[in-house]
T-cell receptor, first 116, second 113 residues
Framework: AQKVTQAQTEISVVEKEDVTLDCVYE???????LFWYKQPPSGELVFLIRRNSFDEQNEISGRYSWNFQKSTSSFNFTITASQVVDSAVYFCALNLYTGANSKLTFGKGITLSVRP | DSGVTQTPKHLITATGQRVTLRCSPRSGDLSVYWYQQSLDQGLQFLIQYYNGEERAKGNILERFSAQQFPDLHSELNLSSLELGDSALYFC????????????FGPGTRLTVL
């Protein structure tokens, strides 16, 4: 069975600080997909990124960057120069590649508060 | 806006009652997923449909059922409701299976009194 662990539950930073959200996953499968979703106070879940298990390249998108390391089963998310609008709950999720059958296994989420 | 719609946005009902939550996927998406988000359980996968057929099942109670119709919209039926069923219910859609990101609707907040 697969599992996602987000050990940090709440993080509070001051605006413009950099912050890293940790994600560790467990699976016996060799083909899988990792995701990050953001849930702002309004409640919707917003897709941020997908990474497959064969692509260990780091990715940068504006102030966001992701570090995927298969050796440590981690998929960490860094926000550079955080802003108040980044305040949200961030979920890491794992999906196995099983053709048309799939389900997302989510971590418990990390509540990020960015203070002005 | 993800393109996934869910109705109603809020639902308040009493224990023992039955409710139906509705979801319309993004145009072209064949897969529909249902998730339950509660404070104690977090985000839990309930069930997946692909082009009208049930494809994957998670921690869905026997009191809950779902279906996907020929126009690809889906309904989640919750019956004999209990206080513990109070939660945010999300629908998500995707073009296919695990390789594709799932896009989530705004959710239906169910309160059972």
């Amino acid at each position: 069975a697969q599992k996602v662990t987000q050990a940090q539950t709440e993080i509070s930073v001051v605006e413009k600080e950099d912050v890293t959200l940790d994600c560790v996953y467990e699976t016996r499968d060799t083909t899988y997909y990792l995701f990050w979703y953001k849930q702002p106070p309004s409640g919707e879940l917003v897709f941020l990124i997908r990474r497959n298990s064969f692509d260990e390249q780091n990715e940068i998108s504006g102030r966001y960057s992701w570090n995927f390391q298969k050796s440590t089963s981690s998929f960490n998310f860094t926000i550079t120069a955080s802003q108040v609008v980044d305040s949200a709950v961030y979920f890491c999720a794992l999906n196995l590649y099983t053709g048309a059958n799939s389900k997302l296994t989510f971590g418990k989420g990390i509540t990020l508060s960015v203070r002005p | 806006d993800s393109g996934v719609t869910q109705t109603p946005k809020h639902l308040i009902t009493a224990t023992g009652q039955r409710v139906t939550l509705r979801c319309s996927p993004r145009s072209g998406d064949l897969s529909v997923y249902w998730y339950q988000q509660s404070l104690d359980q977090g985000l839990q996968f309930l069930i997946q449909y692909y082009n009208g057929e049930e494809r994957a099942k998670g921690n869905i109670l026997e009191r809950f059922s779902a279906q996907q119709f020929p126009d690809l919209h889906s309904e989640l039926n919750l019956s004999s409701l209990e206080l513990g069923d109070s939660a945010l219910y999300f629908c998500a859609s995707a073009g296919g299976g695990g390789a594709n990101e799932q896009f989530f609707g705004p959710g239906t907040r169910l309160t059972v009194l």
